[in-house]
C-alpha cells in the first residue's frame, strides 16, 4: 500500500482556507462535502494490482468450480466476473431471487410429491425378469394399461393365467410339485406386481392357492396334481365369486322397490348385476350413476343400463351435482375393492364423498361386497396405502385440455378412499347382511373356507 507523503505549503504562499465547521453548513453544503469526499478517497486508489488484488489473480488461475445445481449455475451467471460485477445491486438481486425460484423448482422437480411416493403407480412393462409364463407376460400389459378393471375381473383373470402356468409346468428332476411349483410362480406374481399393485382379491387368491400347492401330495402323479389345482382354481372361481355374487343380488335386489330411485358411483360389477336382475324381475325403477375422473368408469355401466328392453331410465352426472340430487335418491348401492376388519370399505376414490352425503341426507348405504375381499388388516385412511393412475387420465372430457408438461408440475390421480363405517347403513355379502359393526365375524361365519 502507498505511504502518503505530507504536502508542505511551500514559503510565501498563503495558508489554505479553514473548513467551516458542519455545524454552520446547510444540509445542501453538507451533501455536497461528503460527495467531494468520497471522489476523493476513490482518486486516491491505486491504479496498480496490489497485493491482495494479485493473490486473487494467482487464485483465480486454477480451474474454476462447476456449479453442482441449477440454482448455483444462475447465481454464478448473474453474479460472476466482468460486466456482472458492474451490474447494478438491484440487478444482481434480482437475479438473485431468481435463481432461488428456480432452484427450489429444480429441487422440488428432483424431489418429486415425497409425501404420495409410496402410493402405487403403473409401470410400463418393458423387460422380463426370470422365467415368466407368456400368459402372465400378456396379462401384466393388460393390467398396466387398465384394459382390465375391478376387483373380480383382476382376480379372474389372475387365476386363469396360473392355470395355464401350472398346465405348463414341469417337475425340474430330484424335485417335488409341492415346493418347487411355488417357486416357479414368484416370477410370475413378481411381474404382475410391477405391472401394477396387487388388489386384496388377488393376494387372499394367490395366498390360497399357495396354501393349496403346499397340501398336494407327493405321491400324487404330476399330471393329476396339476389338474386337480386347476379344478381347485375354477371351485374358487364358482364359490367365492360367481355364486356369491348370485346371492348378493338375490339379497340386495329384495331392498329394490317400485318406484325407487338408485343412486351408484362409478361401476361395480356386482352392482351392475343387481340392477340388471331387478330389472328383469318387472321392478320399476330409476338408476343415477354418478361419474368422476380419472377413469370414468360410469359411462360404461349407463352404456349396459340403457341396452335393455326396456331401457332402464337413467341420468348421469358427475361427482359436483351429488348434493342436488340426493334429495331425489332413495337407496345408494355402491360396490367394494376391499372390506377392512373395522367395517371401512376401500373403494373407488369418490365413494366416501357418496356415502357420506348420502348419510347427511338419511338415505340408506348399501355396500355390495363379496366375502373373499375382506382384509383382516385395519385402514384407517386411504392415505397410508392407495394406488395412482397414469398421468394420462388427466384429461377425460374431450373439450378438457391437458394440463402442460412442466417439471415442477406432477398430476396426482389416486384411485382409492376410504369409507368409515359410520356411514355405512348395512354390508351385502353372500352370507348375509352385515352391519359395519359386525365385520369381523365374516371368517368365523365361513368357517374354514378352502380353494
Known amino acids: 500500500m502507498p505511504v502518503p507523503t505530507k504536502v508542505e505549503t511551500p514559503p510565501g504562499a498563503p495558508p489554505p482556507p479553514r473548513q467551516p465547521s458542519q455545524k454552520s453548513m446547510t444540509k445542501a453544503e453538507r451533501r455536497e462535502l461528503q460527495e467531494r469526499q468520497r471522489a476523493a478517497k476513490l482518486a486516491q486508489k491505486p491504479v496498480g494490482p496490489t497485493i491482495a488484488s494479485a493473490n486473487k489473480e494467482g487464485a483465480s488461475s486454477k480451474p474454476p468450480k462447476t456449479p453442482s445445481t441449477p440454482s448455483q449455475k444462475k447465481f454464478a451467471d448473474a453474479s460472476g466476473s466482468g460486466a456482472a460485477k458492474t451490474a447494478s445491486a438491484k ?12 432452484g427450489a423448482g429444480a429441487r422440488s422437480a428432483s424431489r ?15 423387460h422380463v425378469k426370470g422365467d415368466v409364463h407368456p400368459a402372465i407376460i400378456r396379462l401384466g400389459l393388460l393390467f398396466s394399461e387398465f384394459r382390465i378393471c375391478g376387483s373380480n375381473a383382476r382376480c379372474i383373470a389372475t387365476l386363469t393365467a396360473f392355470k395355464n402356468v401350472i398346465q405348463d409346468y414341469t417337475t425340474p ?48 402323479i404330476e399330471q393329476d396334481a396339476k389338474d386337480a389345482l386347476c ?21 340386495a335386489g329384495k331392498k329394490i322397490k317400485d318406484g325407487d330411485v338408485i343412486l351408484t358411483y362409478a361401476r361395480s360389477s356386482v352392482v351392475e348385476k343387481i340392477l340388471l336382475n331387478a330389472h328383469e324381475e318387472g321392478k320399476r325403477f330409476s338408476v343415477i350413476v354418478v361419474d368422476s375422473p380419472p377413469l370414468m368408469e360410469g359411462k360404461a355401466l349407463l352404456k349396459t343400463l340403457t341396452r335393455t328392453d326396456p331401457p332402464i331410465p337413467g341420468t348421469y352426472a358427475l361427482l359436483s351435482a351429488l348434493p342436488s340430487l340426493m334429495t331425489e335418491v332413495t337407496t345408494v348401492l355402491l360396490g367394494a375393492h376391499s372390506l377392512s376388519a373395522n367395517g371401512a370399505v376401500y373403494s373407488r376414490a369418490g365413494t366416501a364423498l357418496v356415502a357420506m352425503i348420502a348419510k347427511e341426507h338419511s338415505v340408506p348405504v348399501m355396500v355390495c ?34 394440463l402442460p408438461a412442466k417439471p415442477n408440475l406432477e398430476v396426482l390421480n389416486p384411485l382409492y378412499d376410504l369409507t368409515p363405517p359410520s356411514c355405512i347403513t348395512a354390508v351385502v355379502t353372500e352370507v348375509g347382511l352385515i352391519p359395519p359393526s359386525s365385520i369381523s365375524s365374516i371368517p368365523l361365519a365361513l368357517g374354514k373356507t378352502s380353494l
Request: negative net charge; contains cysteine; charged residues 20%.
Open 91 to 102: 440487478d444482481v438481486g434480482a437475479a438473485s431471487s431468481a435463481a432461488i425460484d428456480d
Open 112 to 126: 418429486g410429491l415425497r409425501i404420495f411416493s409410496h402410493f402405487g403407480l403403473p409401470k410400463p412393462v418393458s
Open 231 to 251: 379344478q381347485k382354481i375354477d371351485n374358487y372361481i364358482r364359490d367365492r365369486i360367481i355364486i356369491a355374487d348370485e346371492v348378493i343380488q338375490e339379497l
Open 369 to 402: 361386497c363379496e366375502t373373499y375381499k375382506f382384509s383382516e388388516g385395519v385402514m384407517l385412511d386411504g392415505f397410508g396405502k392407495n394406488e395412482l393412475a397414469p398421468g394420462r387420465f388427466s384429461a377425460p372430457a374431450r373439450h378438457s385440455q391437458p
Open 173 to 220: 428332476p430330484h424335485n417335488t410339485l409341492s415346493r418347487h411349483l411355488m417357486t416357479h410362480l414368484s416370477p410370475q406374481i413378481t411381474h404382475l406386481v410391477a405391472a401394477r399393485p396387487m388388489s386384496v382379491t388377488m393376494g387372499n387368491a394367490i395366498r390360497q392357492l399357495k396354501l393349496e400347492i403346499s397340501g398336494s401330495d407327493i405321491d400324487m
